[in-house]
């Protein structure tokens, strides 16, 4: 059975940080790229993150420079740091495994997905 279990969601004030993790079972990720999307209340969930299999990594422009994508050694592991965190990254946090040999932003790319952490971000 795979599994995406993502942790570490929780509140937090504005400019503090966050770490969360999405750890793989069942599923071998050779070459999956491992990516973060969140979903805020009433709004259409939007792509935060990628990681490749290569090494390389995107970013939402609305989170570049505060967020760091990053998977383990095994790369069954993925990691999102974020920092500076703003009312507006207030959502619900989800990773994806996406088994294309590129993978973008779009959601239909990614074929596992886990259940979602909370993030609240208060003033």
């Known amino acids: 059975q795979v599994q995406l279990v993502e942790s570490g969601g929780g509140s937090v004030q504005a400019g503090g940080s966050l770490r969360l993790s999405c750890s793989a079972s069942?599923?071998?990720?050779?070459?999956?790229?491992m990516g973060w999307f969140r979903q805020a209340p009433g709004k259409e969930r939007e792509f935060v993150a990628v990681n490749r299999w290569s090494g390389s990594s995107d970013y939402a422009d609305s989170v570049k420079g505060r967020f760091t994508i990053s998977r383990d050694e095994d790369k069954t592991t993925v990691y999102l740091q974020m920092n500076s965190l703003k009312l507006e990254d207030t959502a619900v946090y989800y990773c994806?495994?996406?088994?294309?040999?590129?993978?973008?932003?779009?959601?239909?790319?990614?074929?596992?997905w886990g259940q979602g952490t909370q993030v609240t971000v208060s003033s």
């Open positions: 994806a495994a996406c088994p294309l040999a590129y993978c973008s932003g779009d959601s239909n790319d990614y074929n596992y």
């Open positions: 069942g599923i071998t990720l050779s070459g999956d790229a």
